[in-house]
């Protein structure tokens, strides 16, 4: 990590490129130079004997007549040279590069891509590129990047930065390891996959980029594991078996029997003297929710006070009214809501009456793991869409109190083995069966002009008293030029198409979360009959009479995150539908088409875009990989596994490292 430059550091960085990498999630060095390309784009010289006319031609050479500048009207301008290429003398048109001139000299060595024109042997060119090809093929990045930053810049910043910083950019791998495995050292890898010579160098350095993050990955996860063997576990508890039947015969449903055997499997844990550490993995929709509810319940029963912690404050929200529904008979139990929006006031009460014990069980965001929150005797923490957050919270948690068991849920749905290795500090309980009141969610694409389809779909549930939730990328439209939907726009057309008889409203991040409530409690109250949102909705959310989801702009989501989207309806009984809108990018939807299942989802994201969403979107914890990809690079993951188990073991190892390694744990 660089510490004390800033990325406004770097030459040419100024105010409004910054804005525009902080857009892209580029905040600081750190993260600049290792915003890897997403692909690489080959450049193969061709030959002017060989290439038809009108095809698309790449050929270098040198310059050999100074180009003739031309400038129209409207600030157009062309000029016109000849080069000197391995296969012949050609002549150079391009529009709009007046400002290349000054580089264009007689004997300047160029790339030029563009169309051939063979009758008048000249090509029109699209681009020029400073250099010739090296061994026939030129390798160049391409970037994900945003408009008003082209991925060209990116890479001139990246390698600003790489030229004024690299050497102060942290190794992570210890030197036993580089030597062993003959790695290059950081900055030269950092230099070699911005700017590759050869496809072999690209894939050497690539490894050994996967290597150190797979690395300092697993070296936290082991560290974990080790805090665990190390303590001691003070809770004591018996676990009454009729009280356990009595809850769950309060149970409006029958639980499948995955969810019986995971009660089953929580149940020995808190009886026994060893500390849960527990991670439940079930797709979304599985019924998770309950299963954590009975453990809090059990954990109350035999003497201590609970909590479960969930990522947002609607989900929080949902979580503690439907706990309170479900305990309307069990008037002992005492049940509140903390998340940051919490009135100051009442938080004080609520510290305190949870220092006291008051309190029997306590939901809430990570407001609940803050530092100036303390428990009278916490036995069981329950985290729910554990994915979302980091290890670093993992960590704290487990150092809450009097070291309480530990459940994480996930939706997640990741392999047993990938699941033991890189939850290695957990043990891992599965739900896979789904509640059998389930029907398949058809699943539908449709083009931006087929719209009109689409609000007759929208009308038939409707007529049937159906909800319908509609996903855009964007709050408000970002600029004129931006095409992509937003939550403000929709508003207006789906009234104009609906709202002389269904309500409308809408709910995103930036609401103030008060206000996120109010429409959340209507929606689910059925006073509001189509919900427009960002992704807010993504995580956990369930309103069983909402049987429609229309998500515009799809192809921008990773089809993890439009899984849990579609989980969001058929969560009932009644038949449900999920419609795609995107005029691009149909052969990875179609995969939405014909799968249901999330961990198959997450595997074809991962084949599809290389890293995929696995563990949900950006902000989702640390489990994002930025070069690495647990299910491809899983012999590497398991060297680094046995390689950060050793280094950590080993007394004599790199000590600054390992402490460098332990903090960002607990800084995240
Ligand atoms: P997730 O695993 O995605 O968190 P939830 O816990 O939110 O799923 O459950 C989804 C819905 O299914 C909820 O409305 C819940 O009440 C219901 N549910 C859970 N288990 C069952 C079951 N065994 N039978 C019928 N409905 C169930
Ligand atoms: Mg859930």
Redesign the pocket.
């Known amino acids: 990590m660089i510490s004390v430059a800033l990325l406004k550091d770097v030459r040419g960085v100024g105010p409004k490129s910054l804005t525009l990498l902080n857009k892209i999630g580029i905040n600081t060095i750190d993260d600049l130079v290792t915003h890897y390309p997403f692909r690489y784009e080959l450049l193969e010289r061709c030959n002017l004997l060989t290439t038809k006319d009108g095809d698309k031609i790449v050929i270098d050479g040198r310059i050999e007549s100074v180009p003739l500048l031309m400038r129209f009207k409207a600030g157009l301008n062309k000029m016109n040279f000849r080069l000197v290429t391995p296969s012949g003398v050609v002549g150079i048109s391009i529009f709009n590069r007046a400002f290349l001139k000054s580089q264009l000299n007689i004997g300047t060595t160029i790339t030029v891509i563009g169309k051939y024109d063979k009758t008048k042997n000249v090509i029109t060119a699209n681009e020029i590129k400073m250099g010739g090809l090296s061994d026939k093929t030129r390798i160049e990045p391409v970037y994900h990047s945003t408009s008003g930053l082209t991925s060209k810049t990116l890479s001139s910043y990246i390698n600003m930065a790489l030229l004024e910083f690299g050497n102060d950019i942290e190794d992570y791998i210890p030197e036993e390891y580089r030597v062993k495995y003959n790695f290059l050292n950081k900055k030269t890898s950092l230099n070699v996959i911005h700017n590759p010579s050869t496809m072999d160098k690209l894939k050497e350095v690539t490894i050994r980029l996967k290597y150190e993050e797979l690395f300092n990955f697993m070296f936290k996860i082991n560290y974990l594991k080790y805090l665990k063997k190390k303590e001691e576990h003070g809770l004591e508890r018996v676990i009454d078996r009729s009280k356990v039947d009595e809850i769950i015969s309060k ?1 409006p ?4 029997n995955d ?1 019986l055997k995971v009660i089953d499997e929580i149940l020995k844990d808190l009886g026994s003297k060893g500390r849960m550490n527990r991670l439940l993995q ?10 954590s509810f009975v453990a809090l319940i059990i954990n109350y029963y035999s003497g201590y006070q609970g909590a479960l912690m969930a990522p947002t404050e609607i989900l929080a929200t949902q979580h503690y009214n ?1 706990l309170v529904k479900f305990l309307k008979d069990y008037k002992d139990i005492k049940v509140a809501l903390l998340t940051g929006s919490t009135p100051k006031k009442d938080k004080t009460k609520i510290y305190k009456e949870l220092e006291e014990g008051k309190i029997n069980i306590i939901i809430g965001t990570h407001a609940l793991i803050q530092d100036d929150v303390s428990y009278n005797n916490l036995g069981l923490v329950v985290t ?1 869409e554990q994915h979302r957050f980091g290890v670093h919270q993992r960590a704290n948690l487990q150092n809450k109190g009097i070291r309480p068991d530990v459940l994480y ?1 996930s ?1 997640t749905p990741i392999p047993r083995t990938y699941a033991l290795t890189i939850y290695g500090d957990m043990d891992v309980s599965t ?1 896979k069966e789904k ?4 029907q398949k969610i058809e699943t539908i694409l449709k083009r931006n002009d087929e719209i009109k389809d689409v609000l007759n779909m929208m009308l038939e549930e409707l007529k049937q008293h159906h909800q319908i939730y509609v996903i855009a990328p964007l709050i408000e439209d970002a600029n004129e030029n931006s095409d992509l939907t937003s939550v403000i726009q929709l508003k207006e057309d789906m009234s104009l198409a609906f709202g002389e008889y269904y309500k409308i409203d809408i709910i995103h991040g930036k609401m103030a979360n008060g206000a996120k409530d109010i429409i959340m409690d209507k929606f689910k109250n059925n006073e509001v009959q189509i919900l427009i949102s960002t992704t807010v909705v993504e995580v ?1 959310v ?1 309103v ?1 009479n909402a049987t429609c989801m229309v998500i515009f702009d799809a192809d921008r989501f990773g089809l993890s995150t439009l899984h849990q989207l579609r ?1 969001r309806v058929g ?2 009984a009644d038949k449900s539908k999920c419609i795609l809108i995107s005029d691009s990018d149909t052969e990875r939807l179609s995969i939405m088409e014909r799968c249901d299942d999330g961990f198959e989802i997450s595997e074809e994201d991962f084949k599809l875009r290389g890293h995929g969403d696995l563990f949900g979107t950006k902000q989702s914890g640390d489990m994002i990989f930025r070069i690495a990809n647990i299910r491809s690079d899983y012999k590497i993951l398991l060297q680094a596994k046995k390689d950060s188990e050793e280094f950590l073991e080993n007394r004599k190892a790199d000590k600054v490292l390992k402490e460098k390694l332990i903090n960002s744990i607990e800084k995240g």
């Open positions: 149970i449903f029958q639980l499948t969810q079930g797709d979304v929709g599985s019924g998770k929710t309950i299963v439907n729910d849920m939706a739900i509640p059998n009141n389930r956990g369930d069983p989980g969560r009932g």
